[in-house]
Antibody, heavy 121, light 110 residues
Framework: QVQLQESGPGLVKPSETLSLTCTVSGGSINRNYWSWIRQPPGKGLEWIGFISYRGGTNYNPSLKSRVTISVDTSKNQFSLKLNSVTAADTAVYYC???????????????WGQGTLVTVSS | QSALTQPASVSGSPGQSITISCTGTSSDVGSYNLVSWYQQHPGKAPKVMIYEGSKRPSGVSNRFSGSKSGNTASLTISGLQAEDEADYYCGSYAGSSIWVFGGGTKLTVL
């Protein structure tokens, strides 16, 4: 059973960089795609982006200029960096496995429990 | 890329059936059979209930079914149970390796 766990600071100051890591257990990070999704308090889900096991990435156009997703296969982890944050970036951040085969991606099948990141001075 | 459109809320009594719609465009829902539906209970992570429009992952009740017509996908829950009360989100592949979610629908079991 694949399990994901987010980790990182719960409080980030405005204009600084939000950094989160997702540790994958129960399965290899290789031959899979991995994604970050966020949910502002009381609001809906927003897809942030994904990274493939080969390191290819793609991001939500609305966040693309501020987002970087990377993978560390030796640690079975992938990470999110979001720079120049504002209060609007306050959200629960989820990491998830993006189920893909033959480079067609279908759905998010395993999710972390989520971590709340608050942007405030 | 705009969010898919879902009703803010739906409700039904135990045993009844309800349907939640998810309207996109010809660039996302209408072009790909890659709509999935997620159930989210308060304080919990979302859980996939339907993928590829109408397929159920192992372990998901057959009371949940999905369909699509044109640019609109639908999730139907039959034989409503109290445990079905949750938020439901649709999502779709939108081309160019982009994914988009709906705004979410709150299901109340009366």
């Amino acid at each position: 059973q694949v399990q994901l766990q987010e980790s990182g600071p719960g409080l980030v100051k405005p204009s600084e960089t939000l950094s989160l890591t997702c540790t994958v257990s129960g399965g290899s990070i290789n031959r899979n795609y991995w994604s970050w999704i966020r949910q502002p308090p009381g609001k809906g889900l927003e897809w942030i982006g994904f990274i493939s096991y080969r390191g290819g990435t793609n991001y939500n156009p609305s966040l693309k200029s501020r987002v970087t997703i990377s993978v560390d296969t030796s640690k079975n982890q992938f990470s999110l960096k979001l720079n120049s944050v504002t209060a609007a970036d306050t959200a629960v951040y989820y990491c998830a496995r993006y189920y893909c085969t033959n480079d067609i991606c279908y759905y998010f099948d395993y999710w972390g429990q989520g971590t709340l990141v608050t942007v405030s001075s | 890329q705009s969010a898919l459109t879902q009703p803010a809320s739906v409700s039904g009594s135990p045993g009844q059936s309800i349907t939640i719609s998810c309207t996109g465009t010809s660039s996302d829902v209408g072009s790909y059979n890659l709509v999935s539906w997620y159930q989210q209970h308060p304080g919990k992570a979302p859980k996939v209930m339907i993928y590829e429009g109408s397929k159920r992952p192992s372990g998901v009740s057959n009371r949940f079914s999905g369909s699509k017509s044109g640019n609109t996908a639908s999730l139907t829950i039959s034989g409503l149970q109290a445990e079905d009360e949750a938020d439901y989100y649709c999502g779709s592949y939108a081309g160019s390796s982009i994914w988009v979610f709906g705004g979410g629908t709150k299901l109340t079991v009366l």
